[in-house]
């Protein structure tokens, strides 16, 4: 296994609300590895873009980290260091970390540009920052990386205002302004929600293709399970604040062991059939301003153990790469496979995803 870029461990977040206090991470773990995509899949609220926000430090005034770490792993010159980015100041995530070393691509593109700005001023305007380069330096630079992203005359865009571009122009010239100074990992907070189905597929790729030949890091948040087969290499199922499931695409699609795992693949829509029934998981998530006994899906779990409401499940490894936090793995536990109609499922769904129909591997996309 690569070296970890980013380590999480025990990272635990607060929201302060007019009804009190709403303990939105509970104790998360991930690990990113260097090249590597690891993808944060789960229902909305369960915490995806709160995690990587917490990367970032750009959490709202009343958000609070109560505990835990986020150790980021970098080269500095001819030395490397192992930092706690919660132990730097705003000041130093701001003139050090964002942009710099860690960057992120948010879901609307529109929202992360500045609409007075021309294109190529918000390029430039990090690699002078962060990079000292001159202005005709951040020029030519900023023309690669329009190049790059796939723009065609990247001369007359740069003088383009965002307005003046499409939704996925916009994303591709948000990716480009990410890339300016070169980071080590790459945030990407479900980049193509607000595009169309065909733009969505190129910025995927693109995605892939800028990953391949920066070996950058990539934290893809997202809902869509067809996203995850094709950009990811590891995927973290989140569930109430917490990482229930973890191991490679390949583990989490063809051998999932969380009965919340199994309820996401389910949800998979089936272009291909036009009379079955889609699939929903029973019930609501928990509300997180009250404490959580036992295992939080315990309520919508129909293979919940008197357990399960009860005590809190450890995390299970089922591989060195594979881990779920189920008491159905427990050794005492009557055994529950997933059925066969769902691997069936799976199989057909991820196919149309976009993969090819004899390849097997999904890490290989």
């Given at each position: 296994?690569?070296?970890?870029?980013?380590?999480?461990?025990?990272?635990?977040i607060?929201?302060?609300?007019?009804?009190?206090?709403?303990?939105?991470?509970?104790?998360?773990?991930?690990?990113?590895h260097?090249?590597k995509?690891?993808?944060i899949?789960?229902?909305?609220?369960?915490?995806?873009?709160?995690?990587?926000k917490?990367?970032?430090?750009?959490?709202?005034?009343?958000?609070?980290i109560?505990?835990?770490?986020?150790?980021?792993?970098?080269?500095?010159?001819?030395?490397?260091?192992?930092?706690?980015?919660?132990?730097?100041?705003?000041?130093?995530?701001?003139?050090?970390?964002n942009?710099?070393?860690?960057?992120?691509?948010?879901?609307?593109?529109m929202?992360?540009?500045n609409?007075?700005m021309?294109?190529?001023?918000?390029?430039?305007?990090?690699?002078?920052?962060?990079?000292?380069?001159?202005?005709?330096?951040?020029?030519?630079?900023?023309?690669?990386?329009?190049?790059?992203?796939?723009?065609?005359?990247?001369?007359?865009?740069?003088?383009?205002?965002?307005?003046?571009?499409?939704?996925?122009?916009?994303?591709?010239?948000?990716?480009?302004?990410?890339?300016?100074?070169?980071?080590?990992?790459?945030?990407?907070?479900?980049?193509?929600?607000?595009?169309?189905?065909?733009?969505?597929?190129?910025?995927?790729?693109?995605i892939?293709?800028?990953q391949?030949?920066?070996?950058?890091?990539?934290?893809?948040i997202?809902?869509?399970?067809?996203?995850?087969?094709?950009?990811?290499?590891?995927?973290?199922?989140?569930?109430?604040?917490?990482?229930?499931?973890?191991?490679?695409?390949?583990?989490?699609f063809?051998?999932?062991?969380?009965p919340?795992?199994?309820?996401?693949?389910?949800?998979?829509?089936?272009?291909?059939?036009?009379?079955e029934?889609?699939?929903?998981?029973?019930?609501?998530?928990?509300?997180?301003?009250?404490?959580?006994?036992?295992?939080?899906?315990?309520?919508?779990?129909?293979?919940?153990?008197?357990?399960?409401?009860?005590?809190e499940?450890?995390?299970?490894?089922?591989?060195?790469?594979h881990?779920?936090?189920?008491?159905?793995?427990h050794?005492?536990?009557?055994?529950?496979?997933?059925?066969?109609?769902?691997?069936?499922?799976?199989?057909?769904?991820?196919?149309e995803?976009?993969?090819?129909?004899?390849?097997?591997?999904?890490?290989?996309?």
């Amino acid at each position: 296994m690569s070296e970890t870029v980013l380590s999480i461990r025990n990272l635990s977040i607060s929201f302060q609300t007019s009804n009190g206090m709403v303990n939105a991470i509970r104790g998360l773990d991930l690990d990113l590895h260097k090249g590597k995509t690891v993808a944060i899949v789960g229902e909305s609220g369960s915490g995806k873009s709160v995690t990587v926000k917490a990367i970032m430090r750009i959490l709202s005034g009343n958000q609070k980290i109560n505990s835990g770490s986020i150790t980021f792993n970098f080269d500095s010159g001819d030395e490397k260091i192992s930092q706690d980015l919660l132990k730097l100041s705003k000041k130093e995530m701001r003139s050090r970390i964002n942009g710099r070393r860690i960057a992120m691509v948010f879901q609307d593109p529109m929202t992360s540009l500045n609409p007075t700005m021309t294109i190529g001023k918000q390029i430039m305007e990090g690699m002078i920052i962060h990079l000292n380069k001159t202005r005709a330096e951040a020029h030519e630079r900023a023309l690669e990386l329009l190049r790059l992203v796939g723009i065609s005359d990247p001369e007359n865009r740069m003088k383009s205002y965002p307005h003046q571009l499409s939704g996925g122009m916009r994303q591709r010239v948000v990716i480009a302004i990410m890339l300016a100074c070169d980071p080590e990992v790459l945030i990407c907070d479900e980049p193509t929600t607000a595009l169309d189905v065909t733009i969505q597929a190129k910025i995927l790729e693109l995605i892939k293709e800028i990953q391949a030949r920066t070996h950058i890091s990539v934290i893809y948040i997202t809902h869509d399970l067809g996203v995850v087969a094709k950009v990811a290499d590891y995927v973290a199922v989140m569930y109430a604040g917490k990482i229930v499931e973890r191991g490679t695409v390949n583990e989490i699609f063809y051998d999932p062991k969380h009965p919340y795992t199994w309820g996401l693949l389910s949800s998979m829509p089936d272009i291909g059939s036009e009379n079955e029934k889609l699939y929903t998981i029973p019930g609501s998530p928990p509300n997180l301003l009250h404490k959580i006994e036992g295992d939080a899906f315990a309520p919508r779990n129909v293979h919940a153990l008197k357990i399960d409401f009860k005590q809190e499940p450890p995390m299970f490894k089922i591989t060195d790469t594979h881990y779920a936090a189920t008491w159905l793995l427990h050794e005492n536990a009557s055994k529950v496979e997933m059925s066969e109609t769902l691997r069936r499922r799976i199989d057909k769904v991820v196919k149309e995803a976009g993969r090819d129909g004899e390849n097997t591997d999904l890490a290989s996309y």
